[in-house]
């Protein structure tokens, strides 16, 4: 059982590239995630999807786009990665909107712009 | 979502009993309190999560005190492995599907 799974593990990218991450989960989950988690701060929500073709903005969205075309995957695009994108990027999923459940983590992708 | 606020570490012997602290003097009768563990750079682990009751899994206990004003979470055992970064969070899910992360408590467990 995999459970959420996270490609790539680390990127470095150059300012002004884009990427996309990719985050799959093999639970049946209908609600997914993606944080991004900075030293000194807490893990912050960027945007997350209720539903296969649904998504939301999170707390802090901007320089982020998402798509939720199946439901087991949501993917993170970068269209012009900037410094202060260097980060590390968790995808969660859970079976509901967290209420009652709990919620699992990828392993994460350790990003790089220079 | 209420705010909660969490010592910035802690230590324990192995062995002993870890007693985290998590006050979240704003909660609303709706959120629920949730503990998630991060070990080194791994992706959090879920360890429990209650509202009004006290909760044992085979992880961990909750203890919420009556007023709901601040809870702790105990592992009964600490070992080595329990090193990590242990978040407290309040959340109610309704309309707004944003779980906050405070910075946590690190908690060494020292041999």
């Known amino acids: 059982n995999a459970g959420v799974t996270q490609t790539p593990k680390f990127r470095v990218l150059k300012t002004g590239q884009s990427m996309t991450l990719l985050c799959a989960q093999d639970m049946n989950h209908e609600y997914m995630y993606w944080y991004r988690q900075d030293p000194g701060m807490g893990l912050r929500l960027i945007h997350y999807s209720v539903g296969e073709g649904t998504t939301a903005k999170g707390e802090v969205p901007d320089g982020y786009n998402v798509s939720r075309l199946k439901k087991q995957n949501f993917l993170l695009g970068l269209e012009s990665a900037a410094p202060s994108q260097t980060s590390v990027y968790f995808c969660?999923?859970?079976?509901?909107?967290?209420?009652?459940?709990?919620?699992?983590f990828g392993q994460g992708t350790r990003l790089t712009v220079v | 979502d209420a705010k909660t606020t969490q010592p910035p570490s802690m230590d324990c012997a192995e062995g002993r009993a870890a007693n985290l602290p998590c006050n979240h003097s704003t909660i609303s009768g709706n959120e629920y309190v949730y503990w998630y563990r991060q070990i080194h750079s791994q992706g959090p682990q879920y360890i429990i999560h209650g509202l009004k009751n006290n909760e044992t899994n085979e992880m961990a206990s909750l203890i919420i005190t009556e007023d709901r004003k601040s809870s702790t979470l105990i592992l009964p055992h600490a070992t080595l492995r329990d090193t990590a970064v242990y978040y407290c969070?309040?959340?109610?899910?309704?309309?707004?599907?944003?779980?906050?992360w405070g910075l946590g408590t690190s908690l060494a467990v020292n041999p």
């Open positions: 969660a999923s859970s079976y509901t909107a967290v209420l009652n459940t709990e919620a699992f």
């Open positions: 969070i309040a959340f109610y899910a309704g309309n707004n599907r944003k779980l906050i």
